[in-house]
């Protein structure tokens, strides 16, 4: 369910995206394309969607340091080829086609709706306060809403993947099934082996 609060300049939204069984998010590395998942923190997440909503001029989440809570991750490690990039590269196609469809539907197409809604009726104002004299002309703007596309939805998330727990960081990860070769820690970048 997607909810939408506005308040002064403030719009408040609730996005609901499917995890695996075991809370894990599914990314992507963009340098070897291999995915692999990571126990869901709601403050990661949020760090890792910010730049996608500031693309539209929308700033979700407040700073975390600014309410006393634990810094997020701004950067992964590709458990694979150790690669490193920021939280928001690190998402999966899927996702970040539902994340466009979810700022189109929930924000970008209610902002246009408002903007022509005000000036047609500004315009139809205007033109109204206008008329008299020998000739009188009269022009009306007339705008209709649009329908919205339909919410996008998520899911079920499979619960694929191997489960790993890392010691280096305390943190549970999955990653490909019978992959035995050397593993980067995403969140510390330390090496370390499956057994």
């Given at each position: 369910?997607?909810?939408?609060?506005?308040?002064?300049?403030?719009?408040?939204?609730?996005?609901?995206?499917?995890?695996?069984?075991?809370?894990?998010f599914?990314?992507?590395?963009?340098?070897?394309?291999?995915?692999?998942?990571?126990?869901?923190?709601?403050?990661?997440?949020?760090?890792?969607?910010?730049?996608?909503?500031?693309?539209?001029?929308?700033?979700?989440?407040?700073?975390?340091?600014?309410?006393?809570?634990?810094?997020?991750l701004?950067?992964?490690?590709?458990?694979?080829?150790?690669h490193?990039?920021?939280?928001?590269?690190?998402?999966?196609?899927?996702?970040?086609?539902?994340?466009?469809?979810?700022?189109?539907?929930?924000h970008?197409?209610?902002?246009?709706?408002?903007?022509?809604?005000?000036?047609?009726?500004?315009f139809?104002?205007?033109?109204?306060?206008?008329?008299?004299?020998?000739?009188?002309?009269?022009?009306?703007?007339?705008?209709?809403?649009?329908?919205?596309?339909?919410?996008?939805?998520?899911?079920?998330?499979?619960?694929?993947?191997?489960?790993?727990?890392?010691?280096?960081?305390?943190?549970?990860i999955?990653?490909l099934?019978?992959?035995?070769?050397l593993?980067?820690?995403?969140?510390?970048?330390?090496?370390?082996?499956?057994?």
């Open positions: 369910m997607t909810d939408q609060h506005q308040s002064d300049n403030t719009t408040k939204f609730s996005i609901t995206y499917s995890l695996d069984n075991g809370h894990f599914r990314r992507e590395c963009p340098s070897c394309g291999r995915e692999f998942k990571t126990q869901a923190d709601e403050a990661d997440l949020v760090t890792a969607m910010r730049p996608a909503f500031r693309e539209v001029g929308i700033e979700i989440g407040a700073d975390p340091d600014e309410e006393g809570q634990s810094a997020t701004d950067s992964l490690h590709c458990p694979y080829c150790a490193t990039a920021p939280t928001s590269d690190m998402l999966t196609a899927r996702f970040s086609q539902y994340l466009e469809r979810f700022i189109m539907r929930e970008v197409l209610p902002q246009i709706d408002r903007t022509l809604a005000g000036f047609s009726d500004e139809n104002r205007k033109s109204r306060q206008h008329s008299g004299g020998l000739i009188s002309i009269s022009i009306e703007a007339e705008y209709s809403r649009s329908l919205l596309p339909p919410r996008p939805i998520s899911g079920p998330e499979p619960s694929d993947m191997m489960p790993v727990h890392m010691l280096c960081c305390d943190r549970r999955k990653v099934d019978g992959w035995c070769d593993l980067t820690c995403p969140f510390c970048g330390r090496q370390t082996e499956l057994h």
